[in-house]
Nanobody
Framework: QVQLVESGGGLVQPGGSLRLSCAAP????????MGWYRQAPGKQRELVAS???????RYADSVKGRFTISRDNAKKMLYLQMSSLKPEDTAVYYC???????????WGQGTQVTVSS
């Protein structure tokens, strides 16, 4: 299967910002609603933001107003701009189709985001 590639994570202080990127190999990116997911230690993976093919967005309540999802279909890239980061945002962040059971791609390695002073 074709794997997604996430990047842009790191260590940031509370209140800081990060921009995550996701590269989607192949030529099907524009056909899918996409999402950013995260998995904290000991917790299940959760969807935090999604974007439709046409650009409509939805967010989990925990990140609403702080995170912004966007996409560039020409570059086959998905982005997550994160601001006002909190320690509880610490997790491995993944991208995939908004309905991963129907996804063309397999899960990537994810990118670690750590929010700590």
């Amino acid at each position: 299967q074709v794997q997604l590639v996430e990047s842009g994570g790191g260590l940031v202080q509370p209140g800081g910002s990060l921009r995550l990127s996701c590269a989607a190999p192949g030529n099907r990116f524009s056909l899918y609603a996409m999402g950013w997911y995260r998995q904290a230690p000991g917790k299940q993976r959760e969807l935090v933001a999604s974007i439709t093919r046409g650009g409509s967005t939805r967010y989990a309540d925990s990140v609403k107003g702080r995170f912004t999802i966007s996409r560039d279909n020409a570059k086959k890239m998905l982005y997550l701009q994160m601001s006002s980061l909190k320690p509880e945002d610490t997790a491995v962040y993944y991208c995939n189709a908004a309905n991963p059971t129907l996804s063309y791609w397999s899960w990537g390695q994810g990118t670690q985001v750590t929010v700590s002073s």
